[in-house]
């Protein structure tokens, strides 16, 4: 039973427009999120995080969203760049442990 | 600052064969924690180690086992290899818990069972 799921393997979007990316979880007991990205060949690295006390966080052209009652969260990236194409991992924390969705492969197209 | 090092990289073992992969994390950092990558799954939390303790551990058989040894090194063992643990296997270490301290990624050791 996957706690945590990205129901989108992948998403296509053109250079310079929005990228969103969806995440839902199950687990109440989540308090801590975030969002991974990663290229082939790497390990995945560590984009922006949320605390469940909050709704929203922005770094730079990263916003990510969290709507607690719908246990769902989103990453929004503006503008999307080519270098935005990668894997990406939503991530949910209760304590030290995290569980991590499929991944999304976002690919951005000049 | 030299990140997180897997060793192998990449590994062929054949069915019923054991196997140990090594993991040595960024230099201070005590906590780390193994992860199984496999299509559709996602990463999947193996164990976590915080000064040689396991201190948390995935659904994960009795086959699947780790150790971490006082310079915070790891190591995960395989034993009895199934088809099925083809998988990238992941580790990575942090200074301490989340959400105070990332946990850093290695680049991860591609293991193929045939």
């Known amino acids: 039973d996957q706690q945590v799921k990205q129901n989108s393997p992948s998403l296509s979007v053109q250079e310079g427009r929005i990228s969103i990316l969806n995440c839902d979880y199950t687990?109440?007991?989540?308090?801590?999120f975030l969002w991974y990205k990663k290229y082939p060949a790497e390990g995945p690295t560590f984009l922006i995080s949320?605390?469940?006390?909050?709704d929203k966080n922005e770094d730079g052209r990263f916003t990510v969203f969290l709507n607690k009652s719908a246990k769902h969260l989103s990453l929004h990236i503006v503008p999307s760049q080519p270098g935005d194409s990668a894997v990406y991992f939503c991530?949910?924390?209760?304590?030290?442990?995290?569980?991590f969705g499929g991944g999304t492969r976002l690919m951005v197209k000049p | 600052k030299a990140g997180v090092t897997q060793t192998p990289r990449y590994l062929i073992k054949t069915r019923g064969q054991q196997v140990t992969l090594s993991c040595s994390p960024i230099?201070?950092?005590?906590?780390v924690s193994w992860y199984q990558q496999t299509p559709g799954q996602g990463l999947q939390f193996l164990f976590e180690?915080?000064?040689?303790?396991?201190?948390n551990k995935g659904n994960f058989p009795g086959r699947f086992s780790g150790r971490q040894f006082s310079n915070s090194r790891s190591e995960m063992n395989v034993s009895t290899l199934e088809l099925g643990d083809s998988a990238l296997y992941l580790c990575?270490?942090?200074?301490?818990?989340?959400?105070?301290?990332?946990?850093?990624f290695g680049p991860g050791t591609r293991l193929t069972v045939t």
């Open positions: 949320i605390s469940s006390i909050k």
């Open positions: 230099s201070g950092h005590r906590s």
């Open positions: 687990n109440s007991m989540f308090d801590y």
């Open positions: 180690y915080f000064s040689e303790t396991q201190r």
């Open positions: 991530a949910a924390s209760a304590g030290n442990m995290l569980t």
């Open positions: 990575a270490s942090s200074l301490g818990d989340l959400p105070t301290y990332e946990q850093y």
